[in-house]
């Protein structure tokens, strides 16, 4: 005998796979990657801190796991994912009921607070305690909310300012106690590559967001437009990397180069048209180009 609706969707089958699609694990390096650079900022200033250094990492991945479910919380809500081009979400594809994603996104929100909390009394600057908040109303707020940001072409806006600048510069600071300008530059550089990650993302979803209400940076831009802008910001990135690198008289001046180089295959793939599933390659390619990016930033300034 078949089982009664409500039950029959309690005890849907889940995998391991369908709750790392949910957790995105291909946006993770955004979140590793200028903690990473923030180290290495904080060796060059003679201010590191393993245990500090761990603890931001910590925050960085538990923000943006729980901005993940918190994304197919709302956009699943919304009915934004029922018609999409990559895997289906645990929401929106009714594999997990919403609640369930709703009391996993907020339970990693609460573990980055606790585990931010505690960077900050290591660290000594309560007023920190501010820009920990501020974090986590824009995590929920991309697409929660009856306002959400990201549904008005402002994701990348706030992905460069907390996945680029503060994270970044905050890594640094609660270990130095100092935000100089190569930080900002770091900052900036793998904040654009964080927004590359988002921008691909975006295109691939340009029909069904379009059709969803869900009006990002790239259905404002229209596909070509978005594509130029995804490969302007990676190249903009390593230019940054480089002009630093010179700056400060680091070690290993070809590696912008290098970087370059590996940056011919994900912008060939987008400047030639890939669409849908085509485009999860280059997403993945995309994160990880952002951790050796990360890994590059390390090397410059640990050597230098």
């Not at 650079?37 to 201010?47: C, K, P, R, T």
């Not at 585990?115 to 900050?120: I, K, N, R, S, Y």
């Not at 907390?162 to 970044?168: D, I, K, R, S």
């Amino acid at each position: 005998m078949p089982l009664p609706p409500l039950l029959a969707y309690t005890f849907h089958v889940v995998t391991v796979n369908d709750w790392l699609e949910g957790a995105r694990v291909r946006t993770l390096p955004a979140a590793v990657a200028p903690v990473i650079i923030g180290a290495g900022i904080a060796i060059f200033d003679s201010g590191f801190s393993l245990p500090r250094t761990l603890l931001a990492a910590f925050v960085a991945l538990a923000f943006q796991v729980g901005v993940n479910f918190s994304n197919d919380y709302s956009d699943g809500i919304r009915g934004t994912d029922d018609v999409r081009q990559g895997p289906p979400r645990l929401t929106g594809g009714g594999k997990v009921r919403p609640r369930v994603v709703l009391v996993i996104a907020l339970s990693f929100f609460a573990l980055a607070c606790v585990a931010g909390l505690t960077l900050v009394a290591l660290s000594g600057q309560w007023w920190l305690i501010a820009l920990g908040a501020a974090a986590t109303l824009a995590a929920w707020y991309y697409t929660g909310g009856s306002h959400p940001y990201g549904y008005m072409g402002l994701g990348e806006v706030f992905v460069l300012a907390f996945f680029g600048w503060m994270a970044t510069v905050g890594t640094a600071y609660v270990q130095t106690n100092s935000a100089p300008w190569y930080a900002w530059a770091a900052g900036t550089g793998v904040g654009l590559i964080a927004c590359a990650l988002l921008m691909v993302n975006n295109i691939r979803d340009i029909p069904s967001d379009s059709q969803a209400g869900k009006i990002t940076l790239a259905v404002r831009l229209g596909d070509r437009w978005a594509r130029i802008s995804y490969a302007a910001m990676l190249i903009v990135a390593v230019i940054i990397l480089s002009i630093t690198e010179m700056i400060i008289d680091g070690p290993l001046a070809l590696l912008g180069m290098i970087l370059f180089a590996i940056l011919a295959f994900p912008i060939k793939r987008v400047k030639d048209g890939a669409q849908g599933k085509d485009l999860i390659v280059v997403l993945k390619y995309t994160g990880l180009f952002e951790l050796l990016y990360a890994i590059v930033f390390f090397i410059v300034f640990a050597l230098s």
